[in-house]
């Protein structure tokens, strides 16, 4: 079992660093503007208690020979007073704390003294120009005086603040000592939970894995009864382990009795087609309960990559899209082998132009050129009919898997497809093809080459671990080549590179049919399917909140208008049709419809609206689930939905399908 990670490697560490993170920064915030606006509310009560001398005498209930005693002022305000006077409007100071200034001229007063900030002289009397002058170490607060509404002259006071700023200075360090202790317990409290009740757990699983993988069959997780994600991924793997085990007794028991009699054999058969359907049972349930978190996790991905994020970020979010993206692959692959051991892949011939064909091909291998720095040269030999009769699903599918492949172990040089012609048969309308996909990539020893077909194998033991991937591709490959009539083999020398070639015989079509003899360009295939989605109305019906929110956030970027249903009553609802047919149109352009919700689902909802909905104006709904097995289209379709997006799902897919079938808002 490869070791568990440490360091900054760990779930544990990055839990803690990014709760630490998020703690500092949020009571950094609140220390930051409790502290400015503590300040100002010591500002307004020393302004406030400073007016209270002034508004007194002006009351006549102090006279004016108080300022000569300073203490009688900070009795008053309840601070310090370095300095009072009262100065008539003439511009003579009439009383003064300090006796060397009574009866002088307001102009021969101190010129340092901050009241020539506040007075001026004009016309021979004293106007206010500054109630407030603020100094480093104090107040200047000026008030004119008034007997009987007669201006008599002004009082002014400098208030000492020195003792306001060291409140201010000592109350700062105390919530600042506060707020660091804040965030040390908070933070390492919560990360303490949080690792507690997620990575035990997360451990649980891969041990039970781990011993399954090494034999013991009985191994099992003591799973909690929680029904978070966690929990539904314990009870997969129980589920899992519990297959494995009763698949391997069940095959042990067949063979044991195909030995004995024909009647054993049959039993045997009956027991393996049993088990078979759990697998296939078993592998939906398993791959709905891990696709549908894996949606959220790709999504989510995808939507951080569209924010401000730093370097440091991007690359952890890109980390994170990259091995969703592989566990995806894996999920893919393991469906894909059932399919094709248990004989459930349909492998249907229709008209298909080759040109075409691979110019989708090489254009779907464009971020994998730009990746990976790997230029791909798709070469088809002018003798090979355009048009022919061929699976193009599962040909698709074998050439993917074989250039990505290519992909995967080339690091420098280039990666060549050729298509060329091994024979046409012109009376039997045939023609024999060969295909070839070639890399200057690790190549692969001699002793390796016969067990690259196998399922879980490739040709280094430790190249998963290096290169990644799970081993499935060539094997789906080689047999889906085979159920075509085909043999795939491989050339290859260490150090050197790789060739997969394979042959198919196809029959030639002189047009295709919806062509009417009229061949199209295929540098034009694309050019009218370009439409904006902008002022598309989507109904997106969904019961996960996190799907939701994935959906809408896409389509909102793209300017769509999105109405949120959580299961197919709202659905009904939100459409109008909840007690039968409506008599006028709804405004929704398209509806993604999820297939598994709570109250009622999506293949009953879609019945209903299909029985209901006004027959000129059929709203297209697209299936979007989890469910990916073979012939869960078949079934979408049937319950009367246009097509089928399938968990995870990526971005460019949502707004690919949308385009197909909604109508350009201009229009």
């Known amino acids: 079992m490869k070791e568990m990670p440490i360091g900054f490697k760990s779930l544990a560490i990055k839990l803690t660093i990014f709760i630490l993170l998020i703690n500092t920064v949020v009571l950094s915030a609140l220390g930051v503007y409790y502290s400015r606006h503590f300040g100002q509310y010591i500002e307004n009560q020393l302004v406030a208690q400073s007016l209270i001398p002034g508004v007194l005498m002006n009351e006549s209930s102090l006279n004016y020979s108080m300022v000569r005693e300073p203490e009688v002022l900070e009795r008053l305000i309840g601070r310090k007073v370095d300095h009072a006077m009262v100065v008539r409007a003439s ?21 340092g003294s901050a009241i020539f900030e506040q007075l001026m002289e004009k016309d021979g009397e004293l106007l206010i120009r500054k109630d407030i002058y603020r100094t480093e170490s104090s107040r200047n607060i000026i008030q004119p005086l008034h007997i009987q509404d007669t201006l008599a002259g002004y009082l002014w006071m400098a208030v000492n603040t020195e003792y306001d700023m060291y409140f201010k200075r000592k109350l700062s360090v105390i919530f600042f000592l506060g707020t660091l202790v804040c965030i ?20 649980r699983s891969v041990q039970c894995l781990h011993s399954v993988q090494n034999g013991n069959l009985a191994a099992r997780i003591q799973a909690d009864a929680s029904g978070d994600e966690i929990g539904v991924l314990e009870h997969s793997v129980n589920a899992m382990a519990c297959e494995i085990e009763l698949r391997t007794s069940a095959t042990e028991e067949a063979t044991h009795e195909m030995e004995l009699a024909k009647e054993a054999a049959e039993n045997a058969r009956t027991v393996a087609e049993r088990a078979n359907m759990a697998k296939s049972e078993f592998l939906a349930n398993t791959s709905h309960e891990i696709r549908t978190p894996l949606n959220g996790i790709l999504g989510m991905s995808e939507i951080l990559l569209d924010s401000s994020l730093n370097q440091q970020q991007q690359n952890q979010v890109d980390t994170i899209l990259n091995l969703g993206e592989n566990l995806l692959e894996t999920i893919n692959n393991i469906l894909d082998l059932s399919c094709v051991e248990s004989g459930q892949v349909e492998i249907l011939f229709e008209p298909l132009d080759l040109h075409r064909f691979f110019a989708d091909l090489e254009r779907a291998f464009v971020p994998s ?61 045939g023609c024999q093809v060969r295909f070839g996909v ?24 430790s190249s998963t671990r290096r290169y990644g991937g799970s081993g499935l591709g060539l094997t789906i490959s080689n047999q889906l080549v085979s159920r075509m009539g085909g043999n795939l083999t491989v050339e290859s020398e260490e150090g050197k590179g790789s060739s997969f070639i394979f042959e198919l015989p ?49 389509l909102k970027r793209e300017g769509c208008h999105v109405v949120e249903a959580e299961n197919g009553q709202e659905a009904l609802e939100a459409l ?66 246009n097509d089928y997006l399938a968990k995870p799902m990526r971005k460019q897919q949502l707004l690919d399908i949308l385009q197909k079938y909604v109508e350009p808002a201009m229009a």
């Open 576 to 641: 109008g049709l909840e007690n039968g047919p409506a008599d006028s149109l709804h405004s929704f352009d398209i509806i993604v419809m999820d297939i598994q919700m709570p109250v009622l689902d999506g293949l009953e909802a879609t019945k209903l609206i299909r029985e209901r909905e006004n027959p000129d104006r059929r709203v297209p709904i697209i299936a979007f689930t989890a469910h990916a097995m073979q012939g869960d289209r078949e079934t979408f379709v049937a319950a009367g939905m």
């Open 184 to 203: 040390l317990v908070g933070g390492f409290a919560q990360a303490f939970i949080v690792n507690r009740l997620v990575v035990p757990r997360i451990l």
């Open 91 to 111: 511009g003579r100071v009439l009383y003064s704390s300090a006796a060397r200034e009574e009866g002088v001229k307001f102009r021969d007063i101190d010129p």
């Open 506 to 554: 196809f029959t030639y079509l002189d047009a295709l049919p919806s062509e009417k003899g009229e061949r199209i360009s295929s540098e034009n295939e694309y050019q009218d399917k370009e439409e904006p989605l902008s002022g598309t109305n989507v109904l997106v019906v969904e019961d996960n909140k996190v799907n939701r929110l994935m959906a809408k956030t896409f």
């Open 369 to 429: 050129t730009m990746s990976y720095g790997i230029p791909l040269d798709i070469m088809i030999d002018p003798e090979i009919p355009r048009y022919v009769q061929a699976a193009q699903g599962p040909l698709r599918q074998i050439l993917s898997n074989l250039i990505t492949n290519a992909f995967k172990f080339t690091r420098k040089g280039e990666i060549r497809v050729r298509v060329e012609s091994e024979g046409i048969d012109a009376e039997q309308h």
């Open 438 to 461: 070639e890399d200057t990539g690790i190549g692969i020893p001699e002793h390796a080459r016969a067990k690259i077909f196998e399922a879980f194998a490739q040709a280094d033991g």
